[in-house]
């Protein structure tokens, strides 16, 4: 049972151009969200959070968004620049546990 | 040098064998994860310790055992490796308080265990 899932595999983006990067969960007890991002042969980075008494969280060019009555959040990314192509994945946390569950990730391409 | 570093970054093995995977960390994190990274799965917990008395089972820790040697060292093995361990396997640690928030966890650079 995949409680949080990345439903779009991959996505590529123009140079300059906003990434929207989605990801649905289905459990209620999630009340933290992470976005982390990976490079090849490298392990995974944390890139932003957000609470769910927040449905919004900036830092830099990267926001990310909360709705919790569709249980949906997203990672928008403005301006996209090369550097960013990696594979992003969500995660959340129930918050009063140390456990993070992962979504499966999606792959980022931003091109010149 | 890094925080967080995983030995060996590659290893081969035959079915049968057994393997150790090891991590260290100089973040003094008391929290401490094993991951395995398998396409289209994402990162899937298979054993997590609080410190250094406190062992967990995460959601795939079958065929797999850890050791806590100290609050720097976390030790994943594959008792009998079986083919389908053949994965990405990543450390991480993280020191967020239990209870006060989110969890941010720190990354080791994984080690690629194919499993013939």
């Known amino acids: 049972d995949q409680q949080v899932k990345q439903n779009s595999p991959s996505l590529s983006v123009q140079e300059g151009r906003i990434s929207i990067l989605n990801c649905d969960y289905t459990?209620?007890?999630?009340?933290?969200f992470l976005w982390y991002k990976k490079y090849p042969a490298e392990g995974p980075t944390f890139l932003i959070s957000?609470?769910?008494?927040?449905d919004k969280n900036e830092d830099g060019r990267f926001t990310v968004f909360l709705n919790k009555s569709a249980k949906h959040l997203s990672l928008h990314i403005v301006p996209s620049q090369p550097g960013d192509s990696a594979v992003y994945f969500c995660?959340?946390?129930?918050?009063?546990?140390?456990?993070?569950?992962f979504g499966t990730g999606t792959r980022l391409q931003v091109t010149l | 040098d890094a925080d967080v570093t995983q030995t060996p970054r590659n290893r081969i093995t035959k079915t049968g064998k057994r393997i150790m995977l090891e991590c260290s960390q100089t973040k003094g994190h008391d929290r401490m994860y094993w991951y395995r990274q398998d396409p289209g799965l994402g990162l899937r917990l298979i054993y997590y310790?609080?410190?250094?008395?406190?062992?967990n089972k995460g959601e795939i820790s079958d065929g797999y055992s850890v050791s806590r040697q100290a609050q720097a060292k976390f030790s994943l093995s594959l008792e009998s490796a079986i083919p389908n361990q053949t994965a990405l396997y990543f450390c991480?640690?993280?020191?967020?308080?239990?209870?006060?928030?989110?969890?941010?966890?720190?990354f080791g650079p994984g080690t690629r265990l194919t499993v013939l």
């Open positions: 310790s609080f410190d250094v008395k406190d062992i």
């Open positions: 991480a640690t993280s020191d967020t308080p239990y209870g006060q928030g989110v969890d941010t966890q720190y």
């Open positions: 957000i609470s769910s008494i927040k």
């Open positions: 459990n209620s007890m999630f009340d933290y």
């Open positions: 995660a959340a946390s129930p918050g009063t546990a140390s456990k993070l569950t």
